[in-house]
């Protein structure tokens, strides 16, 4: 079965400092790869999405950037975080955005002081 | 632009009652509709999917409707319990302009009183 591993679960960082949310997928290939933020009272919303390795749409301008260096291993990552980048940070994964669901993984909660 | 909506933004209601989360759409060219469940603090949970050629799923008390051409789906929790305590998040797949990502509503905050 297919399962999806995000980390750390908890981060607190200072302002100014890089960041590097990993979250990886196992028992499928070539999955759709997605990176969204929830912030208090506004939604969930799609940050990056990845249909393949090296291929990296971005939704929002922003602090931040994704990479996805392997099939099933996708990155987010700041190189000086702001204030503004607390939140939760959850990444998904689906086969066909078409046919199937998406499959949330557990989520980063950022706390940037 | 697919913009979701869902109503009501809160609701609590005793233990054993039947309950409706009800959940609009703008774009009606939708591929798919899921309602997730999110538990404070953690991931979200899928509880149904519903393509748009469908008009209802089931699994257990859950039963989710979707009638794509009025842009409206509902999710219907029968027999409610204090487990069911959660925020229901709805979120469309595709649309005119979207190329499939998903879209999601701000939720229903759900509090069954025992």
């Known amino acids: 079965s297919q399962t999806i591993h995000q980390w750390p679960a908890t981060l607190v960082q200072p302002v100014g400092s890089p960041l590097s949310l990993e979250c990886t997928v196992e028992g499928t290939s070539n999955p759709n790869l997605y990176w969204y933020r929830q912030a208090a009272g506004r939604g969930l919303q799609l940050l990056f999405y990845s249909v393949g390795i090296g291929q990296i749409s971005s939704e929002v301008p922003q602090n931040l950037s994704a990479s996805r260096p392997q099939d099933r291993q996708f990155i987010l990552s700041s190189k000086k975080l702001l204030l503004s980048d607390s939140g939760f940070y959850l990444c998904a994964w689906n086969a066909d955005r078409v046919i199937y669901g998406y499959t949330f993984g557990s989520g980063t909660r950022l706390t940037v002081v | 632009k697919q913009e979701v909506t869902q109503i009501p933004a809160a609701l609590s209601v005793p233990e054993g009652e039947n309950l409706v989360l009800n959940c609009s759409f703008t774009d009606s060219a939708i591929y798919n509709l899921q309602w997730f469940r999110q538990d404070p603090g953690k991931g979200l949970t899928s509880l149904l999917l519903?393509?748009?050629?469908?008009r209802e799923q089931t699994s257990g008390r859950l039963n989710a409707s979707l009638d794509k051409s009025s842009g409206r789906s509902t999710l219907y929790i029968a027999a409610s319990q204090p487990g069911d305590s959660a925020t229901y998040l709805c979120a469309v797949g595709g649309g005119s302009s979207n190329t499939g990502k998903l879209i999601f509503g701000q939720g229903t905050t759900l509090q069954v009183k025992p």
């Open positions: 519903i393509q748009s050629s469908q």
